[in-house]
């Protein structure tokens, strides 16, 4: 297949990026840049992503970032194959802003656009970074999702479980406000643990060994709340024992879609982690362990790739386009939008 250059643009959370990147499917592509503005300061104070602070900041950021990625790509707007946006899912307004830019240099450079699904951009990521073959199993973490995902093919999903309260992200984001962390949690509770004893808080994980594969994390938040309600504990050991619930609640659950996916697609090789939970080494390992018990191999994106970033989002741009998947410019922008049927 011919290698395609194509920018990606995402804004649906407090990411600004811009990314150029050229390649064919099924990967790995080559990054020619991979420009991002993290919000996080802005945010910080709040102790989370406020929306609307999220979508001036894109507002404000988008055009110098655009600008940085093409400079560094070396790659003018008429060499490019197509735009491409994360046209969804994600906080509207900041989903609005990288879609209605995209929209307006696709009719300026007169260049094909693609609306590209969030979701579907951190699933194809292991595609970009290692040249995974369809169809594998997909678990996705991030702040925002939980899901076990069949990748069967572009657009092709099947979802086998999904959290039913809290993303793993968000577990661990609340947990390290509780402990007082800051914001953004994950890294932070990760380092925390490392120096604890995960064995010397009992805390529930939810779920386990149940019928299907969907998570649950809310009651491992609220377990962690009543025990800093009680007393003084210790903040590095309830880091450990946190991050070693959700592991075991990661496992328990990845194996249980691993056997559901074996029924549909008996050939399936690859376990791919992706979202920005993947960037937890601990839990890395874990999954690694679990995936080599269970004769697969694990992909995980290097950690930019797996936390949002534009380079993702053009790389499932090359791939809708090398299937003739383009998008009108009347395309929406949607807050919600999921992978199942998309
Ligand atoms: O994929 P992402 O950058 O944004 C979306 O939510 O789409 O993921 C961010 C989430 C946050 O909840 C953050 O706390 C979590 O990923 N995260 C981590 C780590 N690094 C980021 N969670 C656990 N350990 C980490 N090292
Ligand atoms: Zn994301």
Redesign the pocket.
């Known amino acids: 297949m011919r290698a395609l250059t194509v920018l990606g643009i995402e804004t649906?959370?407090d990411?600004t990026a811009a990314a150029v990147v050229r390649g064919a499917a099924p990967g790995p592509g080559e990054i020619l840049s991979n420009a991002i503005f993290s919000q996080i300061e802005a945010h910080a104070p709040y102790g989370g992503v406020v929306p609307e602070i999220a979508a001036r900041a894109h507002v404000e950021l988008l055009d110098g970032i655009l600008a940085r990625a093409l400079s560094e790509a070396g790659v003018g707007l008429g060499e490019l194959d197509a735009i491409a946006a994360t046209a969804g899912p994600g906080l509207i307004g900041g989903v609005m802003v990288g879609l209605m830019s995209a929209k307006a240099l696709a009719l300026a450079a007169e260049k094909p656009l693609i609306a590209v699904n969030?979701l579907e951009a951190?699933g194809l990521s292991a595609r970009l970074s290692e040249g995974v073959a369809f169809p594998f199993l997909l678990l996705l973490a991030?702040?925002?999702?939980c899901q076990l995902l069949g990748v069967e093919d572009v657009g092709r999903f099947k979802l086998y479980g999904t959290t039913i309260d809290d993303?793993?992200?968000?577990a661990?984001?609340k947990t390290a406000k509780l402990l007082g962390l800051g914001y953004?949690?994950?890294?932070k509770?990760?380092a925390l643990a490392k120096t604890g004893n995960p064995r010397r808080y009992a805390l529930p994980r939810p779920l386990l060994g149940r019928e299907g594969a969907d998570f649950s994390f809310s009651g491992l938040k609220t377990a962690v709340r009543q025990l800093t309600l009680e007393g003084a504990v210790d903040a590095a050991d309830l880091a450990a024992s946190f991050q070693a619930a959700v592991i075991d609640i990661l496992i328990d659950r990845a194996r249980a879609a691993m056997a559901l996916m074996r029924r549909d697609e008996p050939e399936v090789r690859h376990f791919v982690v992706a979202?920005?939970?993947a960037?937890?080494?601990a839990?890395r390992s874990a999954l690694g362990a679990l995936a080599a018990a269970e004769g697969l191999a694990l992909k995980v994106p290097p950690p930019a790739l797996?936390?949002?970033n534009a380079a993702m989002v053009a790389w499932a741009g090359i791939e809708r386009a090398a299937l003739g998947l383009f998008d009108a410019l009347d395309a929406p922008a949607r807050a919600r939008w999921p992978l199942e049927g998309a």
């Open positions: 649906s959370c990411e969030h951190h991030s702040g925002g999702h993303a793993a992200g968000e661990f984001d953004p949690g994950g890294p509770l990760e979202g920005g939970v960037a937890n080494a839990i797996c936390t949002d």
